[in-house]
């Protein structure tokens, strides 16, 4: 079996597990959009891009870490294991005890909507420092089981999580309601302590299905021993560090925007902008589902075959058949906008013109994300700290600028403009310092011109299901007719 041929196993069973578990939570969406207001919503964006910076900070880096050591002490397998998991565990000690004694000052910075109770935002707050923190003890024991080569047990554990977190939130929005308007058994009791459209629900639902996952993953942990190098630690800790903050710049690069929307605008409709926005971006999300499947697939995949003679140009190649395929769902995306805005509330519609600029800014991240293999593999990683931060700083000053003036639409064309500098920077520092023989002109080309055919689908032809759809098999098409060798080359021959 050809290498490109295992890559793209690989990738489509740790994609299929992926597309499954955030599709099944995008159509939430539709019945967080149809259930709580503009301002109730807004909270969630807002504190769940708080929960995803703070994701990065918690796992300190250590996922690729802990792929690139095992590959590098082969021997030690188990001690890198011990430390990457160590190293997590104290992170995670050392947040509790810095925001635990301090909930109250915490909750009045995140507090943005006006009419909600203080002590329910206190309980928001005490919701998501537990199920970070178990999310966080649940970083390295997936990545052994990614290393182990078991994808199955990997998108099951994954499905798992959604299936638990999608039934408690359809119990709290739908069913209990349900019982209680019907007076069916059981109603008089659930009113005593039920509280309908409470937010709260689904930050305790978030915690349960964290906590479920952490069980599922009992045999990893188990796995744990005290064998510890202080060596090895210091070694894994210089080499995680850069990619600790690159991780964390990229985070503010995501999720900075609806922070800042929600402190930047005025308390009138902050927390509504932040709803909109965040409730159109969900609509972007299937692209960044299909960027996070390939992460899962190549990280492992890169480290495996980095002393592999021909390795560069098998990533060449696999960078070929990634930007092919993602600007297939760019354009897919968005000629099926005037069906899949159906999944939000049409009070949010208003956003859609964000839709766009946030896809290129996945595309771009996605590339990004695929051209970094060069400062990882060469033990490089204070690269992926610089290109992150330059992503970070041009995301904070573009936003502060020009958010007052354009709200939202600014966050958009912000997010679009970093992650397309930080693709830049990282190919031309990576042919400088570890050159992959790339083909730029092809990639470019199918790049420009789904570009071309997204404008005419969204803005000339005004989101018609027909035309866009025309022209994604058009492109489709041509891509396949110019591809159609070597894919028969890498799938059919044996």
């Known amino acids: 079996m050809s290498t490109a041929k295992k890559f793209a196993g690989q990738t489509a069973v740790y994609g299929l597990s992926t597309i499954a578990s955030r599709t099944l939570s995008f159509f939430l969406t539709s019945a967080y959009t149809r259930t709580y207001s503009k301002n109730i919503y807004g909270i969630f964006g807002n504190m769940f891009s708080y929960a995803s910076m703070l994701q990065a900070l918690l796992a300190f880096g250590m996922e690729t870490t802990f792929f690139r050591y095992i590959n590098k002490y082969e021997g030690k397998k188990q001690q890198v294991y011990n430390n990457s998991f160590a190293a997590v565990f104290v992170v995670t000690m050392i947040f509790l005890a810095s925001t635990l004694p301090f909930l109250n000052p915490i909750t009045q910075w995140l507090k943005i909507e006006k009419t909600t109770s203080f002590q329910d935002y206190r309980l928001y707050v005490v919701f998501f420092i537990s199920f970070l923190v178990i999310d966080a003890w649940c970083v390295v024991p997936f990545a052994k089981v990614r290393a182990d080569g078991r994808p199955g047990r990997y998108g099951f554990i994954k499905l798992a999580n959604v299936l638990s977190f999608i039934g408690l939130n359809l119990i709290v929005i739908y069913v209990l309601p349900f019982i209680i308007s019907h007076n069916y058994v059981g109603a008089a009791w659930i009113k005593t302590w039920f509280r309908p459209r409470w937010l709260g629900y689904i930050f305790l639902a978030n915690l349960i299905s964290s906590s479920l996952t952490l069980v599922l993953l009992l045999p990893e942990v188990l796995k744990l021993t005290f064998s510890f190098s202080t ?264």
């Open 231 to 494: 060596d090895m630690f210091k070694n894994m800790f210089v080499y995680s560090l850069p990619i600790l903050v690159a991780n964390f710049s990229f985070i503010i690069n995501e999720n900075l925007d609806k922070m800042l929307l929600g402190k930047m605008l005025p308390d009138t409709i902050s927390s509504e902008q932040v709803g909109i926005y965040t409730a159109c971006a969900k609509i972007a999300i299937f692209l960044s589902i299909f960027v996070q499947a390939f992460r899962l697939g190549a990280e492992p995949f890169f480290f495996s075959h980095a002393k592999n003679k021909n390795s560069g140009t098998t990533y060449a190649r696999i960078m070929d058949y990634f930007v092919i395929a993602i600007c297939v769902a760019f354009l897919g995306i968005v000629a099926n906008i005037s069906l899949l805005k159906y999944f939000i509330g049409s009070s949010y519609w208003v956003g859609l013109n964000v839709i766009p600029l946030l896809l290129f800014g996945y595309i771009s991240l996605g590339i990004y994300m695929n051209l970094s293999v060069w400062y990882k593999l060469s033990d490089q990683t204070r690269y992926g700290f610089y290109i992150s931060g330059v992503g970070a700083i041009l995301t904070i000053v573009l936003n502060i600028i020009f958010i007052p003036k354009y709200s939202y639409m600014a966050s958009a064309w912000v997010s679009l403009i970093s992650y397309a500098v930080m693709m830049v920077l990282s190919y031309l520092w990576g042919q400088k310092n570890y050159p992959i023989p790339y083909n730029l002109k092809k990639n470019l080309a199918y790049i420009i011109s789904s570009i071309i055919l997204v404008y005419l689908s969204f803005y000339v032809f005004n989101r018609n299901i027909f035309i866009g759809n025309g022209l994604l098999i058009l492109f489709a098409a041509t891509a396949l007719y110019f591809e159609w060798k070597n894919l028969k080359a890498i799938f059919i021959k044996r």
